[in-house]
Nanobody, 123 residues
Framework: QVHLVESGGGLVQAGGSLRLSCTAS????????MGWFRQAPGKEREYVAT????????YYADSVKGRFTISRDNAKNTGYLQMNSLKPEDTAVYYC????????????????WGQGTQVTVSS
């Protein structure tokens, strides 16, 4: 079983950048596909990006494509979400998730979740 901890959230002005990290423990990180999801106030949690176990395949939600980049360093047991050109509508709690299978955009496919990190983008 893998344990996930997110970090790197904070307050940033529109147009700015943040890099979120997701550090894993308790399992062999390269055995898990990873995803980033987010939940804005009053809204359901939504998919942001996913990356395959070895980092060769990535997928992005249309809302973040071209602005966000998902990556991972299996030697460091850490995944990342680089967020550029941030918009107020990106404000949300961001969660990383892992599954011991191929990457998926469906959050129900992920059994392991971090506690979330708040990202607030001011206009």
């Amino acid at each position: 079983q893998v344990h996930l901890v997110e970090s790197g959230g904070g307050l940033v002005q529109a147009g700015g950048s943040l890099r979120l990290s997701c550090t894993a423990s308790g399992g062999t990180f390269s055995n898990y596909a990873m995803g980033w999801f987010r939940q804005a106030p009053g809204k359901e949690r939504e998919y942001v990006a996913t990356i395959s176990r070895l980092g060769r395949t990535t997928y992005y939600a249309d809302s973040v494509k071209g602005r966000f980049t998902i990556s991972r360093d299996n030697a460091k047991n850490t995944g990342y979400l680089q967020m550029n050109s941030l918009k107020p509508e990106d404000t949300a709690v961001y969660y990383c998730a892992a599954r011991a299978d191929r990457s998926s955009v469906n959050q129900d496919d992920y059994p392991y979740w971090g506690q979330g990190t708040q990202v607030t983008v001011s206009s």
